[in-house]
Nanobody
Framework: QVQLVESGGRLVQAGGSLSLSCAASGRTVSTYAMGWFRQAPGKERELVAGISGNAVTTVYTDSVKGRFTISRGNAKNTVYLQMNSLKPEDTAVYYC?????????????????WGQGTQVTVSS
């Protein structure tokens, strides 16, 4: 019954910025840990950033640390990914995901619910 709806993906030039949003609905989804993942053609899906259900803990993959920021709205049912200093290698389909636990983890298989994905393309 948990649904995740992503928005914000588009074409952007290298060095630019972009914000992604994930609107989550469900009985207790506001307490779930959530994450942003991405998958480029021919590559495995990887965690980009994650945030705990109480929004006090965040994790990032090394390649985006210092450039990307994950956050939750006050109601905890919306998750954002602010992306700055974008690089062509950031090009991928970005997915929002959730797991029915407070703690955030890095493994893709630990997340139960997924959005449809939104395309981010960074041009040179």
């Amino acid at each position: 019954q948990v649904q995740l709806v992503e928005s914000g993906g588009r074409l952007v030039q290298a060095g630019g910025s972009l914000s992604l949003s994930c609107a989550a609905s469900g009985r207790t989804v506001s307490t779930y840990a959530m994450g942003w993942f991405r998958q480029a053609p021919g590559k495995e899906r990887e965690l980009v950033a994650g945030i705990s259900g109480n929004a006090v803990t965040t994790v990032y993959t090394d390649s985006v640390k210092g450039r990307f920021t994950i956050s939750r709205g006050n109601a905890k049912n919306t998750v954002y990914l602010q992306m700055n200093s974008l690089k062509p290698e950031d090009t991928a389909v970005y997915y929002c995901a959730a797991r029915p636990f407070v703690g955030v983890v890095r493994s893709t298989t630990m997340y139960s619910y997924w959005g449809q994905g939104t395309q981010v393309t960074v041009s040179s």
